[in-house]
């Protein structure tokens, strides 16, 4: 199982999906391009206490976390 987290200023939501599963996977992606066209950064993770920024979906990453966008004042 794979799993999307998305953080906000309320927290995280997860969201799992099997990758093995077409609709899932296709799902996955949906989410994944609009949260990046809404300005979300997506982060995989590399290692322990790593990570490394991506730019497409990758359907084989166990972990994906999105981070808003910040704001500056």
Same mark, same amino acid.
């Given at each position: 199982m794979a799993v999307q987290i998305v953080m906000d200023r309320t927290g995280d939501s997860r969201h799992l999906f099997n990758p093995d599963d077409e609709r899932e996977l296709a799902k996955a992606e949906q989410? /994944?391009?609009e949260l990046t066209?809404?300005? /979300?950064?997506?982060a995989v993770r590399t290692g322990p206490g790593q990570a490394s920024q991506i730019r497409s979906f990758d359907p084989n990453a166990e972990e994906?976390? /999105?981070f808003p966008r910040l704001v500056g004042g």
């Amino acid at each position: 199982m794979a799993v999307q987290i998305v953080m906000d200023r309320t927290g995280d939501s997860r969201h799992l999906f099997n990758p093995d599963d077409e609709r899932e996977l296709a799902k996955a992606e949906q989410r /994944f391009c609009e949260l990046t066209n809404a300005g /979300f950064t997506a982060a995989v993770r590399t290692g322990p206490g790593q990570a490394s920024q991506i730019r497409s979906f990758d359907p084989n990453a166990e972990e994906t976390v /999105f981070f808003p966008r910040l704001v500056g004042g």
